[in-house]
């Protein structure tokens, strides 16, 4: 089982089509996925979940029970700011140490409306998987302009994203 994490809890993210639209293709790939949408996080999980709540709210527990369900995942990042959703880290940091996502192994796909495509987004999101003992992909997958190469039905209009889409989901079965 594959978790694609849509790296936001803004509500019908990009990062949430891009989920859909990588799980086709991991399913036409023969792979199980499921989808793990942090805008299902509970809107004050920051302070209901993490620190000394830790373990005690049921739907951020389910959320981050999902992890455990294989040992790989592909995060869907958009990037804000700079970097990479508040969100995303928060819920990082209310995963159990160690645990959580330590020993996993994950592809990243950066999404931006600008040209840089999540780079610097990716790269943060790097630094912060490495240290918490997850393998990450080298084949990092950066979509920029996203607001035009994302569709109305889901899909991508550029063949170049489509293509390293796929071969990122092909790489990461055999990592």
Known sequence: MITLLAGTNRPNSRARRIANYYRTILTELGAESQILDLAALPADFITSALYDNAGRHPEFNRLATMLDAGPKLVII???????????????????????????????????????????LAM?????????LGTAVLPQRVRLPFINKDLNEDDGLNLELSQQLLREQATALLAF
């Open 77 to 119: 990042t958009p990037e804000y700011n700079g970097s990479f959703p508040g969100a995303l880290k928060a819920f990082i940091d209310g995963l159990p140490y160690p645990g959580g996502i330590w020993g996993k192994k994950a592809a990243l796909v950066g999404l931006s409306s600008g040209g840089q495509g999540g780079l």
């Open 123 to 131: 790269a943060h999101l790097t630094d912060v998987l490495m240290y």
